[in-house]
């Protein structure tokens, strides 16, 4: 019997603006029919550096370990921008990866991005230009937002601040992160999972449909 499509959500999170997108993000995907779980990053940082910026804690979420990467058919990362990069918490991950580069299973994944940042011009896109050559690397095929008529209202809103671009969703949090995600924001990462777990779902039954002729 086939198995169904397979998509994680990887994200690295302080102030949960990235987890409140990825909830949204996994609604999508579920919404699709989809197998999805989501994990987090290992945190590097020190207790007393947490203590020091007032993080909250961690979601409870399982720590995603670089083999597990290979047991999805497409994984939507999420994380903030850290000088219009990903955090190194973010690239020690992706950095731990040699054994499956070397295997080559990483190959024919598909992979997505969406952000945080404190500001509108603080990185959204730059983050995603700079994720990519990863999934270039490993053989990953990057799958943008775009512009979708069903986001017009959003992307395009002038009236008001609204995050993401088409890398990605996006949450714009303000240098001291207290501004919350808005429903906006919330609304373009939903369409963001929905959209990567349809696209998902139909490689995969066309894969499985491939392999059946051949047997």
């Known amino acids: 019997m086939s198995q169904p499509a397979k998509v994680y959500v990887v994200i690295y999170t302080v102030y949960h603006h990235v987890h409140k997108l990825a909830i949204e993000v996994q609604k999508g995907l579920e919404s699709t029919g989809v197998a999805t779980k989501m994990f987090q990053v290992q945190e590097t940082l020190p207790e007393s550096v947490l203590t020091k910026i007032k993080a909250p804690p961690k979601p409870d979420l399982p720590i995603i370990q670089p ?13 903030p921008t850290r000088f219009g990069s990903m955090p190194s918490q973010v690239k020690g991950l ?100 929905k959209n990567f777990g349809e696209m998902i779902r139909a490689y995969v039954r066309g894969r499985n449909a491939f392999n059946t002729e051949l047997k």
Do not use: C, W
Not at 67 to 79: K, M, N, S
Not at 167 to 186: H, Q
């Open 67 to 79: 083999e597990q990467l290979t047991e999805a058919d497409g994984i939507l990362f999420g994380f």
């Open 94 to 193: 992706l950095d731990a990866t040699g054994a499956q580069y070397a295997k080559g299973a990483l190959i024919g994944k598909f992979a997505g991005t969406f952000f945080s940042t404190a500001s509108q011009h603080g990185g959204q896109e730059t983050t995603a230009l700079t994720s990519i050559p990863y999934f270039v690397h490993q053989g990953m095929t990057y799958v943008p937002l775009g512009y979708p008529p069903a986001l017009s209202d959003k992307l395009n809103n002038m009236s008001e601040i609204v995050g993401g671009s088409p890398y990605g969703a996006g949450a714009i949090a303000s240098n001291d992160a207290s501004r919350d995600v808005s429903d906006k924001e919330l609304a373009i990462a939903h369409y963001q999972g």
